[in-house]
């Protein structure tokens, strides 16, 4: 497993200590992507493939990347095919619950309705909800479609997006 987030802070903290330079002063901006951190050696190999393969260029893609890679079932199956096949680009998948809130929320539901959603979803029950007769009338009445159907479907996990940006910044 990456270890980054056990044993981060307590790298900032000795950086700072060696350095003098205080964390909070270092842009975000430069951080990531003009010191290629992801050839580091502390990253696990699947995450640099994934890296690699996906090549953010901001933040919010490099917060999307590592939101994939937590997730489970969010890339491996619909994801990466809506990727790869139906020029999907990384911003327009669902890789956090904020995404699926956010979707429901512009196909017109009720914040009531996009969390109760978004729940099913983030547990891995998207499936589940689908069979039933409350699910059927759901997709109809939001008119969900095919690819967000089969995407939440295929979910069992996602992180909230906080998390992911949290991440992001160690």
Not at 80 to 91: A, C, E, G, I, V
Not at 115 to 124: D, H, I, L, S
Request: glycine residues 6%; hydrophobic residues 40%.
């Amino acid at each position: 497993d990456d270890v980054m987030p056990h044993w981060g802070l307590e790298m900032y903290r000795d950086l700072e200590k060696f350095t003098s330079i205080k964390v909070q002063d270092i842009s975000l901006s430069y951080s990531f992507f003009r010191v290629g951190l992801y050839n580091c050696d502390f990253l696990e190999e699947n995450l640099k493939s994934m890296i690699s393969y996906l090549k953010p260029k901001t933040f919010e893609e490099l917060v999307r990347t590592l939101a994939l890679y937590h997730s489970t079932g969010a890339w491996k199956g619909t994801g990466q095919l809506l990727y790869n096949r139906y020029d999907f680009f990384l911003k327009d998948l669902i890789c956090v619950r904020e995404d699926v809130m956010e979707y429901m929320l512009k196909l017109g539901a009720s914040r009531e309705d996009a969390y109760y959603f978004m729940e099913y979803v983030r547990k891995g029950l998207g499936a589940d909800f689908f069979f039933k007769e409350e699910g059927q009338d759901f997709c109809k009445k939001y008119e969900l479609p095919s690819w967000f159907i089969a995407t939440t479907s295929n979910i069992k996990y996602l992180p909230l997006k906080a998390h992911m940006v949290s991440y992001a910044m160690m």
